[in-house]
């Protein structure tokens, strides 16, 4: 696998990992009632989700360019 596409697999695996925590906390506050901070979480677990499936798309192109198109 290419440098450039394993790199790739990396930060999308990092962003997963913040999203889930955030997911985390969002649970933990929406339980205790914090709607307020529970969304927040919220929306910036999404915002981790969208960067990883950007990263994820950038390592197969970067796995296509390396090993070509089959």
Do not use: D, Q
Request: proline share 0%.
């Amino acid at each position: 696998m290419s440098k450039k596409a394993a790199e790739h697999h990396k930060k999308a695996s990092e962003h997963l990992t913040h999203a889930a925590r955030h997911h985390g906390e969002a649970a933990k506050h929406h339980e205790a009632g914090h709607h307020e901070k529970a969304a927040h979480h919220a929306h910036s677990a999404r915002g981790h989700v969208v960067h990883a499936r950007g990263h994820a798309e950038e390592a197969v192109k970067a796995h296509l360019e390396e090993h070509g198109k089959k």
